[in-house]
């Protein structure tokens, strides 16, 4: 931006505080929203609106500019004829576009319709020292739309309603699950075990107690620790951490939702997420069939349930069930030209997860239950009593996406220090997605454990398709990027081929 935009308005700052008048005001008294005056009849007098100038347009004697506030946009007029001197003058020489100011006086509607403020009295609440972008609408830049969020609220609608569908999928989850008897509960972010998925965990230091913590992976075990204690229900949004790889469907901070519910199975799990899914749908778009890229995925009817493997088999022409250990997989895959990186460094059970995801799972575009998983690819699964080698698992796939994965929880404290082992030992031998030990896990387990069974939902994945927004950062206020030189932050990077707002 101009230098000299901003000395002019350092200029008029200096030039308010010299006449007394404080520009960072400490409160105002508002009596109406901008939404709630725009429902009032016209001719209603006494109200105190406040709001960030976004728009000034002067027609000699007579000035219209547009207020806008967390809740909407409203229209207020100044005449040099009826409004007073001091007024007119404090507007005209020291507000500017992105101001946040105060107005009082009576509504009226415009020649054309237009529902407005007749601005008697006004002040000024907070001199913006920067001005607004002229041209962001439009703006093809996704990186600086994230970087800029603030601006991006700001001056897009669009961004706007995405991140007011965000709020209203987390009420209507919460409201789910507490009207079905679940209970809202938080567990650690910093723990000395990272455990509940097969990630790489981000690792800190806590310099008062002089010991290194892992931050939160899951909050699986923790959850599941709650059931021990005598918790039928439970359920977290759970910020997690995984210090993986970044695309367009991963991001390494994001927001888990997991519940639990002792005595379910798979199935019970299973038709549990149809029901809660639908009515999420339902409540944020008002129908059962969302449009996705000109496509329409239909929440309705039957979801098909998909057996893993023959899904792979299918897709790549590799049967899992033929080869028993990581080196046969391995095999197989390398002879079918199949890419997967850090291949060698995989088990058995991470080898057919990332096969499925490379090979199969982008296929998948109407709702449906991936089951029949091989246990090896989840520790904490309980084994299916007729076919040990499968996990009772499922996860519910969408437009390519895992929304929710599922399962009966394994609850035998034998087996599960077993699986344990074999994490430790995949880890040791260069999987550093690989389960740690987890012995206070454990011994929770030895108390008893009654049946349970689990879910877990990425929120940015959910919120990105009722958004249709193809990249998790779009929904995500403030998503970690790389940052800037200083010196970039007073270039004019938000100019466009757009008109201003």
Request: proline residues 5%; aromatic residues 8%; contains cysteine.
């Amino acid at each position: 931006m101009p230098q000299d935009e901003r000395e002019v308005r350092r200029s008029k700052l200096e030039s308010l505080r010299a006449a007394g008048v404080e520009p960072f005001r400490e409160r105002y008294e508002r009596t109406h929203t901008l939404a709630e005056a725009s429902a009032l009849p016209e001719e209603t007098k006494g109200l105190r609106l406040c709001g960030r100038l976004m728009s000034v347009r002067t027609f000699g004697k007579l000035t219209f500019a547009h207020l806008q506030d967390g809740t909407g946009r409203l229209q207020i007029a100044l005449d040099k004829k009826s409004t007073p001197e001091a007024v007119w003058t404090l507007f005209h020489d020291a507000v500017d576009r992105g101001d946040w100011i105060g107005a009082a006086g009576e509504l009226f509607r415009t020649r054309r319709g237009e529902l407005t403020l007749r601005v008697g009295e006004l002040e000024l609440l907070s001199k913006a020292l920067r001005p607004l972008p002229e041209k962001w609408h439009g703006l093809k830049d996704a990186e600086l739309r994230q970087r800029r969020r603030y601006l991006d609220l700001l001056m897009s609608e669009e961004t706007r309603k995405r991140f007011d569908v965000r709020c209203k999928v987390l009420r209507t989850l919460r409201a789910y699950l507490d009207d079905h008897g679940f209970v809202e509960v938080d567990t650690p972010v910093l723990q000395t075990v990272p455990s509940g998925a097969a990630a790489r965990p981000f690792i800190t230091h806590h310099n008062a107690l002089d010991l290194d913590v892992y931050l939160r992976i899951a909050p699986e075990t923790w959850l599941k620790r709650l059931i021990v204690g005598g918790y039928d229900r439970v359920y977290e949004f759970a910020r997690c951490f995984r210090n993986e790889g970044m695309d367009p469907s991963h991001l390494q901070d994001f927001t888990m939702l997991e519940y639990y519910s002792a005595f379910w199975n798979w199935e019970d799990n299973l038709r549990f997420t149809e029901r809660l899914m639908r009515h999420l749908v339902q409540e944020i778009s008002g129908s059962q069939v969302l449009e996705w890229r000109g496509q329409k995925i239909d929440f309705g009817g039957e979801w098909p349930r998909i057996d893993l493997g023959v899904l792979v088999r299918e897709k790549s022409g590799i049967d899992i069930d033929a080869h028993a250990d990581a080196d046969s997989l391995r095999g197989a895959i390398a002879g079918k030209g199949i890419g997967i990186e850090k291949m060698d460094q995989m088990g058995r059970g991470n080898l057919i997860d990332a096969l499925y995801k490379v090979c199969a799972r982008q296929d998948l575009v109407q709702p449906c239950f991936v089951t029949r998983i091989p246990a090896e690819t989840l520790p904490l699964a309980r084994r299916n009593d007729a076919d040990p080698g499968r996990a009772d698992c499922f996860v519910l796939v969408v437009n390519g996406w895992e929304l929710v994965k599922a399962y009966s929880e394994l609850i035998d404290p034998i087996d599960q220090r077993e699986r344990f082992a074999e994490q430790e030992r995949l880890r040791t031998g260069g999987d550093q997605e690989a389960m740690f030990l987890d012995e206070d896990y454990l011994e929770a387990m030895e108390y008893g454990m009654p049946p349970v069974s689990g879910w877990g939902m990425g929120i940015e994945r959910v919120v990105s398709l009722l958004t249709g927004a193809d990249n998790l950062r779009d929904v995500v206020f403030f998503p970690l990027l790389r940052p800037l030189d200083p010196g970039a932050l007073d270039e004019d990077e938000t100019a466009t081929d757009e008109a201003p707002c």
